[in-house]
């Protein structure tokens, strides 16, 4: 028998093999995500079985650019509220799909203990600190956030030398772990996650320091269609999620 009648036949035989391919979806998350998208991803399987999830990981200004030029990423979770929103009037996402799943805490790490971090001031001016890690400003909201705090506290010209600066906040934590950086700016969750849990020591930078990093979420043009892709943004607001997101350091919105 030709193959096309054989895939003609499974079809009338079958007539939920579609359904089944919509079950996969892909998600464009952002760096400080990294270490949280299994423990996510793993209970949005067991609440759906049939759920099939493939994770981007990079920083938001690339995963941005990437579905603004088209990519087949049908969920974008952003370290930012701002790149979603951009989605959304470039008519490249879903406006009803939009909101705050967590709100993210940027953190000052170190690998060397001896280093005092009581504040920002007193650990920069530290002569050993010859390299200061943090995110591209330009395109990572963890990296943009570091600036600022260094903005409002008149330190960004004097460090601005010492910048070493990474593609993610993934990148940026790398270059600390590793020593290319005595210090380095990072997310409270990358912190939380046993790997790094007994490297070091760190300090939680002071909120109004920095404009809130409130994540959003956000449907695709390309995952609109796709069903699996509302039901992930669905589980995102469950208690199991969010019992997720907060052990590894987020806020919640009100709103949840």
Not at 21 to 49: C, G, H, Q, S
Not at 128 to 134: E, F, L, P, T, Y
Not at 139 to 146: E, L, N, Q, R, V
Not at 226 to 233: C, E, G, H, I, V
Request: glycine share 6%.
């Amino acid at each position: 028998m030709p193959l096309r009648y054989v895939l003609i036949f499974l079809l009338i035989l079958c007539p939920w093999a579609p359904l089944l391919r919509a079950e996969k979806l892909t998600v464009a998350a952002a760096a400080n995500l990294t270490y949280v998208m299994d423990a996510i991803n793993a209970a949005f399987k067991k609440a759906e079985p049939a759920g099939e999830v493939t994770t981007v990981i990079g920083s938001s200004g690339n995963l941005f650019a990437q579905i603004q030029n088209g990519a087949p990423i049908d969920v974008f979770l952003s370290a930012d509220i701002d790149y979603p929103k951009k989605l959304v009037d470039a008519g490249n996402a879903d406006a009803s799909s939009l909101f705050t799943f967590v709100t993210g805490r940027l953190v000052l790490w170190t690998a060397d203990c001896t280093m005092k971090l009581a504040d920002l001031a007193t650990a920069l001016a530290d002569p050993r600190v010859k390299h200061i890690a943090i995110a591209n400003p330009a395109t990572a909201p963890y990296g943009h956030a570091a600036k600022e705090a260094l903005l409002n506290l008149d330190l960004w010209t004097a460090n601005e030398g010492k910048l070493v600066i990474g593609e993610s906040i993934t990148q940026t934590a790398q270059f600390v772990e590793t020593g290319n950086a005595e210090v380095g700016f990072v997310a409270l969750s990358l912190m939380l996650f046993p790997k790094h849990k007994t490297k070091g020591c760190y300090c939680v930078v002071p909120r109004e320091l920095y404009q809130p990093l409130d994540q959003g979420a956000v449907i695709t043009r390309y995952g609109a269609a796709n069903t699996a892709a509302r039901r992930y943004l669905e589980f995102l607001k469950t208690r199991a999620a969010r019992d997720i997101f907060e052990r590894f350091g987020y806020g919640i919105p009100p709103s949840f």
